[in-house]
């Protein structure tokens, strides 16, 4: 088992993913970024984990992104989110199944139009 094995077995029992301050020493959040364990970061990210203000967690915006959203998708490992709704960024989810063979040129029609026009004068 690795690190995010072993995280995840005891959230899965019960463990807390939050303390009353993640900026503290103490935290699950602050032992993982102390540690240097991007995994483990972003397993409590999804999992429920409130990050303090600029707290400095080893990841990309992006990868913080992505945790954040599969937090919010799945609804942490629980099935209830331990935010509210106005804690969470809104995501706009894409079933890329039913856009296959999409014209998707329809959306930048004006655009094209202009260039066109352009092309002409």
């Known amino acids: ?3 995010v094995d072993i995280v995840r077995e005891l959230v899965g029992r019960g463990a807390k993913v939050n303390t ?3 900026a503290q020493i103490t935290s699950p959040l602050s032992m993982a970024v102390r540690g240097r ?10 999992m429920g984990a409130k990050v303090p203000t600029g707290m400095a967690t080893g990841l990309t915006d992006q990868e913080m992104l992505i945790a954040r ?18 804690e ?8 890329m199944v039913r856009c296959y063979g999409t014209d998707t040129s329809v959306l ?3 655009l094209i139009r202009a260039a066109r026009d352009m092309d002409k004068k």
């Open 88 to 95: 969470h960024p809104v995501f706009e989810e894409i079933e």
């Open 69 to 86: 959203w599969r937090g919010r998708h799945y609804e942490a490992s629980t099935g209830k989110p331990e935010q509210t709704d106005d």
């Open 108 to 110: 930048d029609a004006d």
């Open 20 to 22: 009353a301050d993640n």
């Open 37 to 46: 364990r991007t995994e483990v970061i972003k397993a409590l990210i999804e």
């Open 1 to 3: 088992m690795g690190h």
